[in-house]
């Protein structure tokens, strides 16, 4: 069964910096397009970023394009969502997702535990 298993979350300084990774298994990792998603305290999901099977076509939201970069290893089936310059409004429970193809919603059809970040001084 797919698997997701989000990790490298915590408690960040705002500025600060924190790489997330995410172990998938259960499918055939290099075949699908790989997303982050977040859910902040009280909040809706929120599209976050994308990364093509090859890792060489990304997309991000506007809000964090510049600060994040989405990469994946597609050997060690990971992806990956380095964070820089994070800010407070950055805290949120973080997800990784998996499509078939590009997609810039929310309604995805497996989903890990999550990794929390919280940006806070």
């Known amino acids: 069964q797919v698997q997701l298993v989000e990790s490298g979350g915590g408690l960040v300084q705002p500025g600060g910096s924190l790489r997330l990774s995410c172990a998938a298994s259960?499918?055939?990792?290099?075949?699908?397009?790989m997303y982050w998603v977040r859910q902040a305290p009280g909040k809706g999901l929120e599209w976050v970023s994308g990364?093509?099977?090859?890792?060489?076509?990304?997309a991000y939201a506007d809000d964090v394009k510049g600060r994040f970069t989405i990469s994946r290893d597609n050997a060690e089936n990971t992806l990956y969502l380095e964070m820089n310059s994070l800010k407070p409004e950055d805290t949120a429970l973080y997800y990784c997702?998996?499509?078939?193809?590009?997609?810039?919603?929310?309604?995805?059809?497996?989903w890990g535990q999550g990794t929390q970040v919280t940006v806070s001084s």
């Open positions: 990364i093509n099977t090859g890792g060489d076509t990304t």
């Open positions: 997702a998996r499509h078939g193809r590009y997609y810039r919603g929310t309604n995805f059809g497996s």
């Open positions: 259960g499918f055939t990792f290099s075949s699908y397009w």
